[in-house]
C-alpha cells in the first residue's frame, strides 16, 4: 500500500463532497472534537461519551486513512492527527483554580487516564503502519500528533494536585511508546534530535507553549509552568543556546512572580540557561546584566529556598559577568559583582536568627571566598564578626552551619593569611571555646558530628598556627597542662605536634575571572 492511501472499500477521509465539503469522515471527527473541545465535557457524563465516540472512530479508521485527513474542516492531511490530539491533551489538562494551584479533583486524573488510552491507540497504529510506508513521509505524517502527545505525558507524568497512580502509569506509558515509535532514545533525544540530520523537536514543543507562556495567560494551566520547565532542562549546550530568545522571557516571567514556588521554579531554569548557554550568546544585547538584577533581587526575601537557588545561580553567573574585567595594575581592582552580593549576604547574616536561613547563608559561604580569593581581605571585619557570632550558636543535630563556617574560617585564613596574626588571639579563643562546648556537650549532638566539628575546628587551629609563625603552639602549651578533657587534649595535641599547614600564597596569580 503506497504511503496515505486507503481502502476502496470505504470513503476516503480528505476526500470532499460536492461543492468541496468535507467527507463524511471528516465531518464525524469535526463533530467529535467540537463535543470534546466544549466546557460541558469537562464535567459529568458528556466528556465521557465523547470520548468513547472518539475512540470508535479511532478503531474504524485506518492510520492512512488518518492522514489523508478529515477534509477542509480538520485541514486535510496529517493536520488531523495533530487536531485528535490537541483536542485530548486540552481535555485532560488541568484548569486553573483561584489560588492558582490547579484543579485537584479526581475527575482530571481520571480524564486524563482515559485519554492516555486514546493517545496509546493512536501511536499503536503509527507504530503498526510504519513498515509500509517511506520513512521521510511517515515522519511527517507523524510530526503533528509528537507534540500534543508529549505534552500530555510531560503534564501527567509526575505527583502533582491534578494527578493520580492511574493517570501517571498513562502517561508514562504514553511517553515510553512516544520514543519508541519516533526510535528516540531518551526525553532529550526526542527533543534535541538523534542525529544531525534530523531536527529534534524541541522548537515544535515551544511553539505549541508559547501561546500559554505569556504574562496574561501563564497561570490558566498550572502545568504549563512544570512542563516548560522540565522541557528546558532536558536540552543542554549545544543545543540550548539557538533557542534562546524563547526560552528566557519565560524563565524571567515564572521568576518574577509573587509566589515563592514560582520564583525558585523560574530561578532554576535561569541556572539551567547560565550552565548551557555561551557566555558570549549572555553577554550580547546585556542579557547578563539582565538576569543578574532579576537574581540580586531575590536576596532580600527571607526564604530559604529561594535564596538558595539565588545564591548557587549567581556563583554560576559571576564568570560571565566578570569575564571582561581585567585589572591593569595601579588603580585599586574594580569592585565585582561577587563582592556585591556578598556584602548583601553578610548584612543579612548578621542579625538572622531563623535556623533555615542561617544554613543556607553558611551553606554558599565557603564559595564566595574561593571565589573571591585574597579580594576577600575587603571584607575581613564583617566576615570576621560573622563567622565569631555563627560559632558561638547551637544549630540543631546536625550543626550545618557551624560546619560550614568552620570552612569559611579555613579558607579565609588561607587566602588572607598576612592579616590573621593581628587576629590571632580573637580567633584562637573563639576555636577553643568551640572545641570545649562541643565536647562537653552531653547529648545534644550526634557522635559522628562531634567528631566532624572537632576536626574542622583542628584544622583551623592548625592554620591559625601556620599564619601566626608557631604563636598558637606556644599558647597552647600552658593550656595542655591544666586542660583534663580528653577530648580538648587530643585536639590541641594534634596542633602541637603538627607543622602546620599549606597557605595560599600565591596571590598574585588570583584574578577576577
Not at 461519551?49 to 480538520?74: I, M, P, Q, S, V
Not at 507553549?209 to 504574562?215: I, S, Y
Not at 571585619?381 to 550543626?399: F, H, S, T
Not at 592579616?419 to 559522628?448: F, G, M, Q
Amino acid at each position: 500500500m503506497e504511503p496515505g492511501g486507503a481502502r476502496a472499500s470505504a470513503p476516503q477521509a480528505g476526500s470532499c463532497g460536492p461543492g468541496g465539503r468535507p467527507s463524511a469522515l471528516g465531518q464525524a471527527f469535526s463533530r467529535v472534537l467540537s463535543r470534546l473541545s466544549g466546557q460541558e465535557s469537562r464535567r459529568g457524563p458528556a466528556g465521557s461519551a465523547a470520548l468513547r465516540d472518539l475512540g470508535a472512530l479511532l478503531d474504524a479508521t485506518e492510520w492512512e486513512r488518518l492522514c489523508d485527513g478529515g477534509g477542509a474542516a480538520a485541514g486535510g492531511g496529517p493536520a488531523l492527527l495533530g487536531a485528535v490530539a490537541e483536542a485530548l491533551r486540552s481535555h485532560a489538562a488541568p484548569a486553573a483554580e483561584p489560588d492558582g494551584r490547579g484543579d485537584e479533583s479526581p475527575a482530571v486524573a481520571e480524564r486524563a487516564a482515559a485519554v492516555g488510552l486514546l493517545l496509546m491507540k493512536l501511536l499503536r497504529k503509527a507504530e503498526a503502519a510504519k513498515p509500509s510506508w517511506a520513512l521521510p513521509a511517515w515522519r511527517t505524517a507523524l510530526r503533528p500528533l509528537a507534540g500534543p502527545v508529549y505534552l500530555f505525558a510531560a503534564t501527567h507524568r509526575l505527583e502533582q494536585p491534578w494527578t493520580g497512580p492511574s493517570s501517571r502509569e498513562a502517561a508514562g506509558e504514553v511517553l515510553a511508546s512516544l520514543l519508541r515509535v519516533t526510535e528516540c532514545g531518551s526525553v532529550a533525544g526526542f527533543l534535541r534530535g538523534e542525529s544531525e540530520d534530523e531536527p529534534g523537536s524541541f522548537p515544535v514543543i515551544l511553539g505549541l507553549l508559547q501561546p500559554d507562556l505569556d504574562k496574561e495567560s501563564w497561570k490558566n494551566n498550572p502545568a504549563t509552568k512544570h512542563v516548560f520547565s522540565w522541557t528546558l532542562q532536558q536540552v543542554t549546550r549545544p543545543w540550548l543556546n539557538q533557542h534562546l530568545e524563547k526560552i528566557l522571557p519565560p524563565s524571567l516571567l515564572i521568576s518574577d512572580d509573587y509566589q515563592t514556588e514560582n520564583k525558585v521554579l523560574g530561578v532554576q531554569c535561569l541556572h539551567h540557561i547560565v550552565l548551557n548557554v555561551p557566555a558570549a550568546d549572555l553577554l550580547q544585547y546585556n542579557r547578563a546584566q539582565v538576569l543578574y538584577h532579576a537574581l540580586f533581587n531575590h536576596l532580600y526575601l527571607p526564604e530559604h529556598g529561594l535564596i538558595q537557588a539565588v545564591l548557587l545561580c549567581l556563583l554560576d553567573l559571576f564568570p560571565v559577568l566578570e569575564k571582561a574585567l581585567q585589572w591593569q595594575g595601579g588603580a585599586a581592582r574594580p569592585t565585582t559583582h561577587c563582592e556585591e552580593v556578598l556584602q548583601l549576604v553578610l548584612t543579612h547574616m548578621e542579625p538572622e536568627h531563623r535556623i533555615l536561613l542561617r544554613r543556607t547563608y553558611a551553606r554558599n559561604l565557603p564559595a564566595f571566598v574561593k571565589r573571591l580569593g585574597i579580594l576577600t581581605v575587603r571584607h575581613m571585619k564583617r566576615l570576621e564578626r560573622v563567622i565569631l557570632g555563627y560559632l558561638e550558636v547551637y544549630d540543631g543535630p546536625e550543626e550545618e552551619a557551624r560546619l560550614k563556617i568552620l570552612e569559611t574560617l579555613k579558607l579565609l585564613m588561607q587566602y588572607t593569611w598576612p592579616r590573621i596574626s593581628c587576629r590571632l588571639v580573637v580567633l584562637l579563643k573563639a576555636l577553643l571555646k568551640l572545641i570545649c562546648d562541643v565536647a562537653r556537650d552531653p547529648n545534644l549532638t550526634p557522635e559522628p558530628v562531634k567528631n566532624a566539628l572537632l576536626e574542622e575546628a583542628t584544622g583551623c587551629l592548625l592554620v591559625l598556627d601556620h599564619c601566626s609563625q608557631g604563636q598558637v603552639q606556644g599558647l597552647l602549651a600552658r593550656v595542655l597542662q591544666s586542660c583534663e578533657d580528653k577530648k580538648v587534649v587530643d585536639c590541641l595535641r594534634k596542633v602541637q605536634l603538627s607543622e602546620g599547614a599549606p597557605l595560599q600564597r600565591d596571590v598574585g596569580s588570583v584574578s577576577l575571572s
